[in-house]
């Protein structure tokens, strides 16, 4: 990025709805490393304001408009009530709508603010930070901020309660410039286009010449489109040997730590099963493997599951209701929003029956069935996310799987368990 665009002469800062905490990073900083410290600071500001605001629209459902830019505006709500008026807006001639991916209150006068020192702190460094002109979004006066700290509780407040209203701000800017006589214009993006095109014409319009900025001179922004075979892995989860979550696995790597180790007694006896000289029929060559370790751990009451029926279930079974909750919490998913956001598709890979084949001649109680068929493991996990389950015994699936990806679901779970429990896997 291109240093002197942070300070220069004649210079506004304009921001919109949650790109204002970005604009206050760029309006507090002289310089890049400024921008850096500042950059992190926005980042905890925006988890925080984003967990409050969530908390907060939770209790209403009132609609509201949250945003006026141009001719359109921007109504919020709850989903249900949303639902309504864009059924009833859809018998109104000329009148086009979009919904927006926005999933909580912002801009809402109408509710009670946040608890201001929950979002924003005062370390001693923000108070040294001084601010170039700012302007409001829903008004035509730069933010009263003498420090960053200052301008951040200002920038939030703004978020949570004030209806964005560009146009004014637009204005003040316009007056400015025709009473300093500073032309041409130029306009440096620092976000999404659409931004700089509602300015760009806003200032056109006013008969000021607008000179928009090189694109290579910026931070590299991508298109929001992407080709239709992209996929985003947002989320991971695994079980391994010497491994139960993902930064364990990673430091495994990392360390280069080699895992295999003698048979532990309670899982076989190796000495009565091994024969190096491969002459004993049915034993194995070698007495050392990688195990996994509390591999029958299980929460059974987050999955509705009692203790009966649990200790019949298949440890596979177990560790893969595990890891897919796991891996959708990592992910940030709370669940369908939308219409859109009820296309999951799910792809799980089951190898073997070694579960059911091991207890086949001990103590059989009510839950043997569906504790050890494989067909199971994939229809525990659908049933308890309410959906389907489509089970299919294949040698060569890829060309079936091929075609049900082009059925475009939103978000697909992925998933491969392997478990060799028998002693008879290792001849």
């Given at each position: 990025m291109d240093p002197t665009i942070l300070r220069p002469q004649h210079c506004f800062v304009l921001g919109l709805c949650s790109g204002l905490l970005s604009a206050t990073a760029v309006a507090a900083a002289n310089n890049v490393p400024q921008l850096i410290t500042a950059a992190h600071e926005v980042i905890r500001v925006a988890l925080r304001l984003g967990i409050s605001v969530q908390q907060r629209g939770l209790l209403h459902e009132q609609v509201y408009i949250s945003a006026e830019v141009g001719p359109g505006l921007t109504l919020s709500g709850s989903p249900s009530t949303l639902n309504d008026i864009s059924q009833m807006l859809g018998a109104v001639q000329n009148c086009r709508k979009q919904r927006l991916p926005i999933y909580t209150a912002f801009h809402a006068s109408h509710l009670h603010p946040p608890r201001m020192e929950d979002i924003v702190a005062t370390y001693p460094i923000l108070l040294r930070y001084g601010v170039s002109t700012f302007l409001s979004p829903s008004s035509d006066l730069p933010y009263p901020a003498a420090n960053f700290a200052e301008l951040l509780s200002q920038v939030v407040q703004e978020i949570c309660q004030q209806p964005l209203v560009p146009l004014k701000a637009m204005k003040s800017i316009i007056k400015d410039v025709i009473e300093r006589e500073v032309q041409p214009v130029q306009v440096t993006l620092l976000g999404a286009p659409n931004l700089e095109k509602f300015i760009s014409w806003t200032l056109h319009d006013s008969g000021l010449t607008v000179v928009p900025e090189e694109p290579s001179s910026l931070i590299y922004f991508?298109?929001?489109?992407?080709?239709?075979?992209?996929?985003?892995?947002?989320?991971?989860?695994?079980?391994?040997?010497?491994?139960?979550?993902?930064?364990?696995?990673?430091?495994?790597?990392?360390?280069?730590?080699?895992?295999?180790?003698?048979?532990?007694?309670?899982?076989?006896?190796?000495?009565?099963?091994?024969?190096?000289?491969?002459?004993?029929?049915?034993?194995?060559?070698?007495?050392?493997?990688?195990?996994?370790?509390?591999?029958?751990?299980?929460?059974?009451?987050?999955?509705?599951?009692?203790?009966?029926?649990?200790?019949?279930?298949?440890?596979?079974?177990?560790?893969?209701?595990?890891?897919?909750?796991?891996?959708?919490?990592?992910?940030?998913?709370?669940?369908?929003?939308?219409?859109?956001?009820?296309?999951?598709?799910?792809?799980?890979?089951?190898?073997?029956?070694?579960?059911?084949?091991?207890?086949?001649?001990?103590d059989i109680d009510l839950y043997y069935v569906p504790g050890g068929l494989r067909a199971f493991g994939s229809g525990r996990l659908n049933y308890y996310s309410s959906g389907m389950d489509l089970r299919m015994q294949l040698i060569w699936p890829a060309p079936l799987v091929q075609q049900l990806w082009i059925l475009h679901a939103r978000l697909y779970c992925v998933e491969d368990v392997t478990w060799l429990l028998r002693k008879e896997q290792t001849s």
């Open positions: 991508p298109t929001l489109e992407t080709p239709p075979d992209a996929i985003a892995v947002v989320g991971v989860s695994v079980r391994l040997p010497g491994c139960e979550n993902l930064e364990e696995f990673w430091n495994i790597l990392r360390d280069a730590k080699d895992l295999h180790r003698k048979v532990p007694k309670d899982r076989f006896d190796i000495d009565l099963h091994c024969d190096p000289n491969g002459k004993v029929k049915n034993s194995s060559l070698s007495a050392f493997g990688c195990f996994i370790d509390r591999r029958g751990l299980f929460d059974a009451r987050l999955f509705n599951v009692s203790p009966r029926e649990a200790n019949q279930m298949d440890p596979s079974h177990r560790r893969l209701l595990m890891a897919t909750y796991e891996a959708l919490e990592l992910a940030g998913y709370r669940g369908a929003v939308g219409a859109e956001d009820q296309r999951v598709g799910t792809f799980i890979g089951l190898t073997a029956d070694d579960w059911r084949e091991y207890n086949i001649s001990q």
